[in-house]
C-alpha cells in the first residue's frame, strides 16, 4: 500500500496548499504524538527544529500544538541544521525529532523530515502507521487534560550541535591559517556554520547568514553553485562552502575557483578513509552519480554500489550492504562513522581535516574526470506524464542512440514537479539530441 501524506524524504509541499498548512500540521502532531503515547513508554518526548522559512511560524506552532495534545512533550531547538536535530534527537533520547524544511526548495515551499530515537528516519512502516492515525476522528487522539504534554525552548541547540560535531575529530584539530569563505543558503546553518569554523581558528567570509524568512535558496546555497565561486574568488580563500536550506548539502569551491560536487567529494574521502582502513563495504551512490566516479572506484578497487535518488535509498543501501560512506552528485553525503544522515558541516570538516595537514583543495579534491553530463529540469502539471508511451518510446529510442556511448536517466522528481533528464557522453552534440527527444515527449 502506498503512503497518502509521506513522500521519500518526509513531508514536502507549498505553503496554505493541500498539506501543508497549521490544519494538516496539528494532525501529523496529533497522530505521531498517538502512535508513541501508544507505545506506553514512560516517557514520551519530541524535539522539533526548522530552517529559516517565514511558514515556519505557523507550521511550528501547529505541530507543537498537535503532539502536545497527544500528551508528548516538546522541546522546539529553533533554527538547526537537519543532522544537528538527529545528533540531538539521539542524545537527548528523545522519541520523535521534527525537522520542518523544505531543504533546497524556493521560501514557499515546506515540510517534514521525521527522525526515530535512533537518529535515523522513520521507516515506512512507521510512517504508514502515522498515517492511519491522521485520519482518525481528532477527538479520539486528544489525551485527558491532566496529562496534556509541557513545551519547552532550549537555546543551546546550535552549541550543542558544534560540541557533538568537534567530538568526531582529535581535539588538536585546528583550522589556523586557512581562509574559508561559506555561503550558509539563508537557512538553517547560518549560526552553527560560520561559528564551528570560526572556534577552529580560520579566518572566515560569510555569505547568506542573513536570514529574512524569503531569503532562503534565493541565488545562493548549493543550488548556486556560481555564487561561492563568484565570492571565494573575491576573497580568495582556500576553501569555499555551500550549504543548502537545510545543511544537508555541500558543494565546495576550491583555491583555483573550480566547483566540486558531491561525486568529488567521494572520492577524496573514500581513498583517505580507504588508506586509513576505516571504509567499510564500499559506497553507496546512485544513478546519477558520474560514470567517471564508477571507473575511478574500479581502478582503486573500491566496491561501488548505485541506487535510486534520495537519500533514504542510499542510506538504505548503506545498511544492506554494510557501507559507511553513502552520498548522491548534489552534495548529500552521509558519513556513516559520524552520522545518520547528509551533513553538510560535518562534510565540510571533514575535507578540511585533510586540508589542516598542508593540502590544496584542487589537490585532494580533483581525482577522477568527470564525463560531460548534462542535466535538465522541466517543470510539469502531471509527473504521471514520464508513464505515457510517448515518454516512454523516446527513452527507449535516447538509449539505442547512445547505446555504448554514454547513458541517459528520466525521472520525476521526488520533492519537486518537474521531471529531470540526465544524460552523459564524450559526445555533446549526442547528449543534446537524446536530451531534446525526450524534452519534446514531455512538453
Not at 501529523?28 to 518526548?45: D, E, I, S
Not at 481528532?138 to 513545551?151: D, E, W, Y
Not at 552520522?339 to 562534510?347: F, K, M, R
Amino acid at each position: 500500500m502506498s503512503k497518502r501524506y509521506f513522500g521519500t524524504d518526509g513531508i514536502r509541499g507549498t505553503v496554505n496548499r493541500n498539506k501543508i498548512n497549521g490544519d494538516m500540521f496539528f494532525k501529523f502532531g496529533l497522530a505521531a504524538g498517538t502512535y508513541f503515547r501508544n507505545l506506553k513508554k514512560k516517557k514520551q518526548t519530541a524535539i522539533i527544529a526548522k530552517d529559516t522559512r517565514l511558514s515556519g511560524y505557523t507550521l511550528e506552532p501547529a505541530i507543537v500544538s498537535g503532539l502536545a495534545s497527544a500528551g508528548m512533550h516538546v522541546f522546539t531547538l529553533g533554527p538547526l541544521p537537519t543532522n544537528g536535530l538527529a545528533m540531538l534527537t539521539k542524545k537527548m533520547n528523545a522519541n520523535l525529532g521534527i525537522m520542518i524544511t523544505a531543504s533546497h526548495n524556493p521560501f514557499y515551499d515546506n515540510g517534514l523530515k521525521l527522525f526515530g530515537p535512533d537518529g535515523l528516519k522513520l521507516s515506512d512502516r512507521i510512517e504508514k502507521k502515522i498515517e492511519k492515525l491522521i485520519d482518525t476522528k481528532i477527538s479520539k487522539n486528544l489525551t485527558a487534560p491532566s496529562v496534556l504534554g509541557r513545551v519547552k525552548r532550549l537555546e543551546d541547540a546550535n552549541d550543542n550541535y558544534i560540541n557533538i560535531l568537534k567530538s568526531k575529530f582529535p581535539k588538536k584539530f585546528s583550522l589556523k591559517g586557512l581562509k574559508i569563505a561559506i555561503d550558509c543558503a539563508n537557512g538553517a546553518g547560518y549560526k552553527s556554520g560560520p561559528k564551528i569554523l570560526k572556534s577552529l581558528g580560520a579566518k572566515v567570509y560569510q555569505i547568506g547568514t542573513s536570514p529574512n524568512g524569503l531569503n532562503i535558496n534565493l541565488n545562493c546555497g548549493s543550488t548556486f553553485p556560481n555564487t561561492i565561486k563568484s565570492f571565494s574568488n573575491q576573497k580568495k580563500v582556500h576553501l569555499g562552502i555551500s550549504l543548502d536550506g537545510d545543511a544537508d548539502r555541500i558543494i565546495i569551491c576550491d583555491e583555483k575557483g573550480k566547483i566540486i560536487d558531491g561525486d568529488q567529494i567521494m572520492a577524496m574521502i573514500a581513498l583517505r578513509w580507504k588508506k586509513k582502513k576505516i571504509l567499510k563495504g564500499g559506497v553507496v551512490g546512485t544513478f546519477m552519480s558520474n560514470y567517471g566516479l564508477e571507473k575511478f572506484f574500479k581502478e582503486k578497487k573500491i566496491k561501488f554500489i548505485r541506487t535510486d535518488v534520495g537519500d533514504r535509498y542510499v542510506k538504505e543501501a548503506m545498511k544492506k550492504n554494510r557501507c559507511n560512506l553513502g552520498g548522491e552528485q548534489s552534495g548529500h553525503i552521509i558519513l556513516g562513522n559520524f552520522a545518520t544522515t547528509g551533513d553538510g558541516i560535518l562534510v565540510a570538516l571533514e575535507i578540511l581535516y585533510s586540508m589542516s595537514k598542508g593540502k590544496k583543495a584542487s589537490e585532494l579534491l580533483n581525482n577522477f574526470k568527470q564525463i560531460p553530463q548534462k542535466l535538465v529540469n522541466i517543470n510539469v502539471k502531471d509527473k504521471l506524464v514520464i508513464n505515457s508511451l510517448k515518454c516512454k518510446n523516446s527513452i527507449i529510442n535516447a538509449k539505442k542512440l547512445l547505446m555504448n556511448k554514454g547513458r541517459i536517466l528520466v525521472r520525476a522528481s521526488g520533492t519537486e514537479p518537474k521531471i529531470r533528464i540526465m544524460c552523459e557522453s564524450n559526445d555533446k552534440k549526442l547528449m543534446m539530441k537524446c536530451i531534446n527527444l525526450v524534452k519534446r515527449s514531455i512538453n
